[in-house]
């Protein structure tokens, strides 16, 4: 029986190597894909595999991807049609933060200090218009939360310019490695400065639009940043 | 005839939507990649794509991408054997840099500020013994530039157990948006803020592993970050 509050793991949802870094624990790949902007989303054409940036946001057991209906993957997804006999498109998409360098002793044992979260499935289509529009609001908010309703609200014209592809998080798997380096017991005492430096990210001042009318206040949510 | 200093734009290096921000000039396409410690490797396993979170280091106009020989992709790609015979690995190689939350006055023209590159090509592994040790260099400057002469060189056996992939930089195209956001002019007069927010990235302070002896100082090329 799976936890209840974890995802189940499948043949492709266990590594082959580092297992013990692997998490299934929704708390966990829920946190690494709500604090990151970018995902990769990678998929077939023409056989060949295809890895793009795009923004992302999840809602409960689902992800949206955003893009326009002219894009690759949307025009691949589509061709099925409606909804109901959409084949959808194969897809992988991965999340990774890098948190910190790892200095080993040894340049074997060097690495990177990260979580990421890897989802397998099948990506589709949303047309229903409630879905989109829920979907759409849920973008924005992945942007900076709080801006979906302190911003001019997509039209008809734009809604359906816009397509949105939906995941179900069903085949998920986080890895994290975090901690110093693992160097050889042997290495211990060769004379190289050993530790993780930290990777820290952070938020720049906010820069006003060219033509933003000085009465227009920087709201709290970004002043909040 | 191609500028010499740019890669050739290919059918699938020319993006299907804001063409405008396709560059392919290898300046600014090789500080992109020089720039990222992990790079999204996109192939396929079992007819459906995966989305591997890896290092990677660029010399000249290669990429190496690290991973033990248990790893999926290096199992795939040496199904072939040796190098003379290694039908190689379709991949699909991707780094992103997300540099801003661009927030216009409409839902709609939200977007990130981002530098991305796409390399397509086939991935091969690298056997000749010479290259193998050139790359794991790389691989560890890529952690931190100068770290391989500061730290114990791999072993014959490391050197045996890590795979190496090379990819040739010969199908690429980086992608480029900067900038405020674009609103539609008739949106001009609306009472929300807009503008970007940028996001920043740098290093924290340096955290010794426990073991390390209080003796050995912080080397320069650390404490210059």
Redesign the interface.
């Known amino acids: 029986m799976p936890e209840p509050d974890a995802y189940e793991p499948t043949e492709?949802t266990v590594p082959?190597?580092s297992r013990e870094r692997a998490v299934y624990d929704h708390a966990q790949v829920h946190a690494i894909l709500d604090e990151a902007?970018?995902c990769?989303?990678?998929?077939?054409?023409d056989?060949?595999?295809?890895?793009?940036?795009t923004?992302y946001a999840r809602v409960g057991s689902r992800v949206y991807v955003h893009g326009?209906t002219?894009?690759?993957p949307l025009?691949t997804a589509g061709e099925g049609g409606g909804e109901g006999d959409d084949p959808g498109l194969?897809?992988?998409?991965?999340v990774?933060h890098?948190d910190?360098?790892?200095?080993?002793?040894?340049?074997?044992h060097?690495?990177?200090n990260?979580r990421?979260v890897?989802i397998?499935g099948t990506a589709r289509r949303v047309t229903d218009p409630a879905e989109k529009r829920l979907s759409?609001?849920a973008?924005?908010d992945a942007?900076?939360p709080g801006?979906?309703r302190?911003?001019?609200?997509?039209?008809d014209r734009?809604l359906a310019a816009?397509g949105v592809l939906r995941l179900d998080l069903a085949e998920v798997s986080a890895k994290i490695r975090n901690g110093?380096?693992n160097?050889d017991p042997q290495?211990?005492e060769?004379?190289?400065?050993?530790?993780?430096?930290?990777?820290?990210?952070?938020?720049?001042?906010?820069?006003?639009?060219?033509?933003?009318?000085p009465s227009?206040?920087?709201?709290d949510y970004?002043a909040a940043?």
Chains 1, 2 share one sequence.
């Open positions: 492709r082959t190597r902007y970018v990769h989303l990678g998929f077939l054409r056989g060949a595999p295809v890895v793009l940036p923004l326009s002219g894009s690759r025009r194969k897809v992988c998409l991965t990774t890098v910190g360098l790892v200095l080993a002793r040894s340049a074997f060097h690495s990177l990260y990421s890897m397998h759409f609001d973008l924005v942007v900076v801006r979906a302190d911003s001019r609200p997509a039209n734009e816009t110093p380096p160097d290495d211990a060769l004379p190289y400065w050993t530790g993780v430096v930290p990777l820290v990210s952070g938020y720049g001042t906010p820069i006003p639009a060219p033509g933003l009318a227009v206040a920087l709201p970004l940043l």
